[in-house]
């Protein structure tokens, strides 16, 4: 089994929705992040939690919030979704007793139509 | 100026050959230097640290610069399934945030 998983790994939703994409972990690992990734560009932070009561944004959190339900699940909702916010979503997770390294779930490929 | 630059490619190499291509960070505070890397929409995936004094992971080698904030990857013998793209990622400092370039794209033919 997958050590990060993400539900769901396609959707396609419309203007103004509410959207969540969840992931969970099996590694133990105390941190989580979601990232967006667009053609061209870099994968770019949207938030991130080192542990379930400290939770970060990101450089583009902006029409995003999240929730740390435990340490092995971090959702991220959309609450009225845009065509802009059509990309590729990662979860990630790391160990900050260990070295920094992340550890990314299969990604949701989220639309906006 | 992007935290993190790296020359898109498209590198298209036959099988067996030398690759290798550099990242250029911004953030003299960045403190560890990771590659990854990702296949067509998949997830990024840890290929290996980059160390100060450089090192080896088989058939490929990373080498940092810190005097001029940059990072190298060769792949030695290059296989098909090299074909990829790879990322070079930059953690900020202390806070283990990481930046990540847009990606290097190799294509290995045969």
């Known amino acids: 089994d997958a050590d990060v998983t993400q539900t769901p790994r396609n959707r396609i939703t419309k203007t103004g929705k509410r959207i969540m994409l969840e992931c969970s972990q099996t590694?133990?690992?105390?941190?989580m992040y979601w990232y967006r990734q667009d053609p061209g560009l870099g994968l770019r932070l949207i938030y991130y939690?080192?542990?379930?009561?400290?939770?970060n944004k990101g450089e583009i959190s902006d029409g995003y919030s999240v929730s740390r339900q435990a340490q092995a699940k971090f959702s991220l909702s959309l609450e009225s979704a845009i065509p802009n916010q059509t990309a590729l979503y990662f979860c990630?997770?790391?160990?900050?007793?260990?070295?920094?390294?992340?550890?990314f779930g299969p990604g949701t490929r989220l639309t906006v139509t | 100026r992007k935290e993190v630059e790296q020359d898109p490619g498209p590198f298209n190499v036959p099988e067996g050959a030398t690759v290798a291509f550099n990242c250029t960070y911004s953030?003299?505070?960045?403190?560890?230097f990771f590659w990854y890397r990702q296949d067509c929409r998949k997830e990024p995936k840890l290929l290996m640290s980059?160390?100060?004094s450089g090192n080896e992971d088989g058939r490929f080698t990373a080498q940092l610069n810190r005097a001029s904030q940059y990072i190298s990857l060769l792949i030695r013998d290059s296989k098909l399934s090299d074909s990829a793209t790879y990322l070079c990622?930059?953690?900020?400092?202390?806070?283990?945030?990481?930046?990540f370039g847009a990606g290097t794209t190799v294509t290995v033919r045969a």
């Open positions: 590694k133990g690992h105390d941190r």
């Open positions: 980059v160390y100060s």
């Open positions: 953030n003299s505070a960045s403190q560890s």
């Open positions: 990622v930059v953690n900020r400092g202390n806070d283990y945030k990481l930046s």
């Open positions: 939690s080192f542990d379930v009561k400290d939770i």
């Open positions: 990630a997770t790391s160990d900050s007793r260990t070295a920094p390294g992340q550890y």
